[in-house]
């Protein structure tokens, strides 16, 4: 049966190619009273300051300190330095005015060696953040694990071994007992897609392991140390705190559909999304993941009596990372086609059990990652959630897109690109609203330009541009436009078109 394009779901917009001005039309209400209007970092991303403070090495210390593993040698080192400037950068956020700012705590900062009491000097520097946060009025997000794990608890395993769930409970029990009296938004992990798959499969990102079962064995370790953590957080916290995990799900696309094609989309589901939303959100692995990746890994013994009740506990809000969609076929379906690296380009794949899957790019613009913008991608994921877990409120916790920005000669970034990515993004999550989503925040990728992992500083995603010589901070024009949507309570809509069902 000869390729049909690629699905095109109902929600699928252009993406706009000149930045909406906020004047031109009036603004809908879209957004629910309430709504979080954030920005997010991550630890190793943009704090620096690595061996101040009593903080141990992380697997992205010695990563990055491996020739050939960073683009251009670049390390997080210095970043920009959030850990002396923090700040300043609350500072940028309240000009924004962001109403809420989701960071990550850097566990060896916290237990230098991923064991043992917690560092007061590491709670202190967090402390500090949130006080400051929470004087200008910025509801702080913690993420307990945004991919630095001590290296020491790498050296003796990492994640593919069961004891690193049971340090992670025991930091994040510690951490939450220091600072659950200004935080109560806690995250376990972010996206442990990336941590198993790409740390322990493909070996992109740290500790650059390449092993298929251990790359499953972490996934399911991740799993439990998320439940684990969940449930010491609750020990801990006040009832009135809410739990979330935030996972970059993919949002599949068959090539075609060919039977292939379609078998193909079900085991990138499987091994990209159900391997966490499956015991996380009900309980249990799908059965087709359990059958496809039997000859990587036993799961006999892998999963203990116990671990699918203590990861399954139930979570306040589910955290959704989105940049762009992922369009799957076969081989012989997508013969003369060029190749996407859906994640899956290189010498090892990341993606036990589906290793022949071809990956191939999704229609229009892409971003500097080259990762095709598709805003529509965002609502149907967030539907699709919305259906398969009626009643778990979503949080938008990543989205936002890098782009070759040009400082101009006074030393601004004009950065329409991003601006029309955003625009078209944020009203893809008015859509999802408005076909009864519970979406409950959205945080923009990122606040600053940062280390962007394997790509080092090449790539910028913030809406604020930092010259790297001085780490100058100096808002973009999108973050300017970010700031005005804030002030709005929403994007300025497109009048109402009197043909879609979908407005009122
Ligand atoms: O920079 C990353 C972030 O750390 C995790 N989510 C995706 C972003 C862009 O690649």
Not at 42 to 56: I, N, S
Not at 104 to 130: H, K, M, N, V
Not at 381 to 408: I, K, M
Request: proline letters at 10%; one cysteine or more; glycine letters at 10%.
């Amino acid at each position: 049966m000869p390729p049909v394009p690629p699905h095109t779901p109902p929600h699928t917009r252009t993406p706009a190619t000149t930045a909406p001005t906020p004047e031109t039309t009036p603004a809908r209400p879209a957004f629910p009273p309430g709504f979080a209007w954030g920005a997010a970092t991550a630890a190793y991303q943009v704090e620096g300051a690595v061996t101040e403070g009593g903080r141990g090495p992380s697997i992205w210390d010695t990563f990055s300190h491996t020739p050939g593993r960073v683009a251009g040698g670049d390390t997080g080192d210095t970043a920009v330095d959030h850990y002396h400037r923090f700040r300043e950068d609350v500072r940028l956020m309240a000009d924004l005015g962001l109403t809420s700012y989701r960071f990550s705590i850097s566990w060896p900062r916290i237990q230098p060696t991923g064991r043992g009491p917690a560092t007061e000097r590491g709670l202190d520097f967090y402390r500090a953040l949130t006080d400051e946060l929470l004087s200008h009025g910025i509801t702080p997000l913690a993420t307990l694990y945004h991919w630095d794990l001590p290296q020491e608890l790498e050296d003796r395993g990492g994640w593919p071994a069961r004891d690193t769930a049971g340090r992670f409970a025991d930091y994040a029990a510690l951490t939450a007992e220091a600072l659950g009296d200004r935080v109560t938004s806690w995250t376990t992990l972010n996206e442990p897609w990336c941590s198993a798959f790409l740390g322990y499969g493909s070996g992109v990102h740290a500790p650059g392991r390449t092993d298929p079962g251990e790359a499953l064995s972490a996934a399911h370790h991740l799993n439990l140390a998320h439940g684990l953590a969940t449930g010491a957080l609750r020990a801990v916290l006040p009832p009135a705190a809410r739990v979330l995990i935030s996972l970059n799900l993919h949002q599949i696309r068959p090539f075609s559909a060919d039977p292939a094609d379609l078998a193909a989309a079900r085991r990138i589901d499987a091994v990209g999304n159900r391997i966490f939303t499956g015991p996380i959100l009900g309980g249990e692995y799908p059965e087709s993941l359990l059958a496809d990746t039997a000859h990587l890994v036993d799961w006999d013994t892998l999963l203990h009596p116990g671990d699918l009740a203590q990861i399954s506990r139930p979570i306040d809000l589910l955290g959704v990372n989105y940049y762009t969609p992922t369009v799957v076929s076969t081989p012989g379906n997508a013969d003369g086609v060029a190749r996407h690296d859906g994640h899956g380009a290189g010498a090892h794949s990341p993606w036990p059990g589906a290793e022949d899957v071809v990956f191939l790019p999704a229609p229009g613009e892409r971003t500097a990652m080259d990762w095709p913008i598709d805003p529509g991608g965002l609502t149907d994921l967030l539907l699709r959630l919305h259906r398969a877990h009626p009643g778990l409120p979503l949080l938008v916790t990543e989205n936002g897109a890098a782009f070759d920005d040009v400082v101009g000669p006074d030393g601004f970034v004009d950065d329409p690109a991003r601006i029309a990515y955003l625009h078209g993004h944020l009203e893809a999550v008015a859509d999802a609203i408005a076909a009864g989503a519970d979406v409950r925040g959205y945080y923009l990728w990122s606040l600053l330009d940062n280390f962007e992992w394997a790509y080092g500083y090449g790539k910028r995603f913030g809406a604020v541009h930092v010259d790297y010589a001085t780490l100058a901070r100096t808002p973009k024009a999108s973050a300017r436009w970010y700031a005005e949507v804030i002030r709005r309570g929403g994007p300025v809509r497109q009048a109402p078109d009197p043909d879609r069902d979908d407005c009122p």
